[in-house]
């Protein structure tokens, strides 16, 4: 079982590039979310999608876009890579948004030089 | 806003000691409360997830309770292992998002 697949594992970027991180999940969940993981600060929301062609922003949104096109994959756009973008990427999807289990992908760990 | 804390931030226990991980949380109109388990450089992994008409879940040796109007949440590890060493996390669902601690660090000490 699949389940939630990210990625890259890992990515070194320089400052200003552009890249995309990927997120799929087998699972038919409607629900799907971006998180960033700080050290000591806990893993704080990106954005989020309830379904195919809806998105919203999360806790700290700037810097980032997502499309949701097809209930499988929710990708997420770094725009123009800032140092303050390290972190370890998390994707997340559930099967409703509300009282239900979230699954976890295994994480993408970003590095902006 | 959505406020979640977990004390301490590191706990260390012999083998065989119960463990007692704490989450609080700041607004009680949650929908849930779920407990994870992260492994260095590893995903989250669902330990449990309790309603928020429950008061409490059990899962083998895990037990998870939750008072809303208290804003509190408690992890109990029973007989711990080696391998129980890991960070476990708390969130906190309102509306459509997650809240989370930062995490308690355990060792268990063989």
């Known amino acids: 079982n699949a389940g939630v697949t990210q990625t890259p594992k890992f990515q070194v970027l320089k400052t200003g590039q552009s890249m995309t991180l990927q997120c799929a999940q087998d699972?038919?969940?409607?629900?799907m979310s971006w998180y960033r993981q700080d050290p000591g600060m806990g893993l704080r929301l990106i954005h989020y999608?309830?379904?195919?062609?809806?998105?919203d922003q999360g806790e700290v949104p700037n810097g980032y876009n997502v499309s949701r096109s097809t209930t499988e994959d929710f990708p997420l756009r770094l725009l123009s890579a800032a140092p303050s973008q390290t972190s370890v990427y998390f994707c997340?999807?559930?099967?409703?948004?509300?009282?239900?289990?979230?699954?976890f992908g295994q994480g993408t760990r970003l590095t902006v030089v | 806003k959505q406020e979640v804390t977990q004390i301490p931030a590191a706990l260390s226990v012999p083998e065989g000691e119960n463990l007692v991980l704490n989450c609080s949380f700041t607004?009680?109109?949650?929908?849930?409360l779920q407990w994870f388990r992260q492994d260095p450089g590893k995903g989250l992994t669902s330990l449990l997830l309790?309603?928020?008409?429950?008061r409490e879940q059990t899962s083998g040796r895990l037990n998870a309770s939750l008072d809303k109007s208290s804003g509190r949440s408690t992890l109990y590890i029973a007989a711990s292992q080696p391998g129980d060493s890991a960070t476990y996390l708390c969130?906190?669902?309102?509306?459509?998002?997650?809240?989370f601690g930062a995490g308690t660090t355990v060792t268990v000490r063989a």
């Open positions: 997340a999807s559930s099967r409703g948004q509300l009282n239900t289990e979230a699954f």
């Open positions: 699972m038919n969940h409607e629900y």
């Open positions: 607004d009680s109109a949650i929908y849930n």
């Open positions: 999608s309830v379904g195919a062609g809806i998105t």
């Open positions: 309790i309603q928020s008409s429950q």
């Open positions: 969130a906190a669902t309102n509306d459509y998002k997650l809240s």
